[in-house]
């Protein structure tokens, strides 16, 4: 499925948990833990996070690295999570009797939890050139401490 730029799409998988029963700003502080994190990291987060909704969280980024991995073959220890969203869900209207013949409104807030993971390259290649970089700047400080004494 071409994107509307020019940028190649890169392989991956998505999951969806519609009308979860929990509110969407607790579950989008959960999701903000996530995002962007390798996916095996990811389930990690999730796994010892204190809050409800990293339960189910957890289904759905579980769910997505399966699709990834059965439907489109991918590695999952390769996944990223790329993307991580919460949209409001219809909200269940109930009334709480209080003093006087009043009452008053709960409502029980659901949400639409989506989460996708991407493929991408390993990560050694990466960590190598990282070792690379501190030796090239320490060279050139030693012989500018060396031209400073010769002076």
Known sequence: MPGKGDAPVLPGARAVARYVRISPMKARRVVNLVRGLPAKEALTVLQFAPQAASEQVYKVLASAIANAENNERLDPDALLVSEAFVDEGPTMKRFQPRAQ????????????????????APAAPRKSANKAAPAKQTAPAETQSNTEGAE
């Open 101 to 120: 013949g009043r009452a008053y409104r709960i409502r029980k807030r659901t949400c639409h939890i989506t989460v996708a993971v991407e493929a991408v």
